[in-house]
Structures are given as structure tokens and as C-alpha cells.
């Protein structure tokens, strides 16, 4: 394994990245969500590096500012296009025989590559896109929920016995059961902010793009219920795993998403 690690420089602070050196033409570049370290949850990005390398793909992931070994103040995923900007230009000149920047998010890392519009990149896989808008007077996740992803979670449910035992044996809080049941009647979906700028920002992007969609997590369910009221019922770029969570972490949802890399990058 070729795995080295760079220092490189975002508006006066010193990022940290790691890179899964390899010969191909087409490489990746991860940016993780939320605040997680660029290893990823359980190591995820770091087997997803030591794949692609494998099969001749570099591998760039880095912390953002403010999170695990980089400077500087952490401020969010909305205001980390400077930071995804300087791991490209970093990936770019640590290995100059690659032609083709390929990036992959998940979550609210998705959602700052598409506010980004992809600027530098040549193609983006965007996985399980965060849509929930914090800058809202409600903060709260659950009141923010779309009536038609709170239903898709009780069809969900409704199919899990471990679930319904819980609901026959009182282990469910009654006041929150009523308060989604309600939600869940209500007709109409009213898509957030942050949703609407990222639809707008992807749209100037006009390379390829690949959505994919966990079908058992709730963040991808909303993704989908706020895309369809914005019109994009029928997009042909969305693929969706099923049986996924939403780090993929089960082992048919895993070899799944580096399929989907893996086609992206030969492209």
C-alpha cells in the first residue's frame, strides 16, 4: 500500500489529508460529513481508499477546518467549499498524471459538493444528500420531517416485528407516536432552503453525477420526498441500495457502493 500523508494550506490554516497513491488517470476524492475524521465511520473511507488504489484509482481524503488534524475554525459543511477546493488543487499537483477528479460525499458532505456546484471536479457521486435546514426556526429533525418520509418510515417499521413488539409492549412514547401519525396525514411536502440551493447549484454542474440512495435510512428518504417536490421525480442519476443504512455498512451494501465508484471513475 502506498498511503502517505499531506499537509496543505486552506485561508491561512493547515489542512490535513491522506492519500492512497496508485497510477490511473481518474482519481477520487472523499469528503467526509458532519465532523468525522477522514478515516470515516468504522474505517469506511479508509477500506474505500485501499480498494480504489487497488484497482489503480489515487484516493485523496482530508479533515476539514476545525475537525481531527486540520487548523482552523470549523464551519460547517455550507461554508466548506474553500476546504473541498484546496484538497482538489492538493490531489491535483501530488499527482499531476491524473486527468479526471472524481468526488464522493455522503450526508452533509453530499450536500456541500452540491452547494459547491462541483467547481474543479469532473464528476460527483453524491450519496444520501442532508436536506434538513438547520438555519430554520425549527431545528428539530423530526418536526422538519416530510409527511411522505414519515410515512415511508411507518411502512418501514410496520414490517420489522422487533418494532411492533416494541409498540405492544408499551415501549414506544405514545405522545411521539401521535404527534408522526399526525404529521404523516398531513398532504403536502414543502421543500427546505437547503434544498432548494442545492438543487439550484447542481444544476450549473455539467458533468456526470450519481445520487445514491440507502433505502433504509430516513436522511435518504427525505432527500427523495424534497427532490420530487422540486421536480425531479424521475431522475435518472438516482440509484438506490435497498437493504443499506446509511453508511453502507453492511457487507453487500458496501461492495454495492464501491461498484458505484468503481463505474463512476471509468467513466
Known sequence: MNRRHVLFPCEGSMLTGTLDAADGEAA?????????????PWGSQSRIA????ARGHPVFRFDRRGVGDSEGPNLGFRHSGPDIAAAIATL??????????VAYGNCDAASALMLAGGAGLDG???????????????TSVETQTSPAT?????????????????L??????????????????????????????MARRLASFDGPVRILVAGRDRTAQEFIAQWDVLGHRRDSRIATCP?????????????????QLTEMLAR
Open 243 to 259: 437493504q443499506a443504512s446509511h453508511s453502507f455498512v453492511e457487507p453487500e451494501s458496501r461492495d454495492w457502493l464501491l461498484a
Open 168 to 197: 405492544l409492549t408499551g415501549k414506544v412514547p405514545v405522545a411521539k407516536l401521535f404527534a408522526s401519525l399526525r404529521r404523516a396525514t398531513a398532504s403536502t411536502t414543502t421543500p427546505s432552503m437547503l434544498a432548494r440551493d
Open 50 to 53: 485501499a480498494a480504489l488504489a
Open 124 to 138: 460527483m457521486v453524491l450519496a444520501n444528500p442532508w436536506t434538513f435546514d438547520e438555519t430554520s426556526g425549527d
Open 92 to 101: 491535483r499537483a501530488q499527482c499531476p498524471h491524473v486527468r479526471r477528479v
Open 150 to 166: 414519515v410515512r415511508a418510515h411507518y411502512r418501514q417499521r410496520l414490517t420489522d416485528p422487533a418494532a411492533i413488539r416494541r
Open 28 to 40: 477520487l476524492l472523499i469528503v467526509s460529513g458532519g465532523n468525522e475524521l477522514r478515516c470515516g
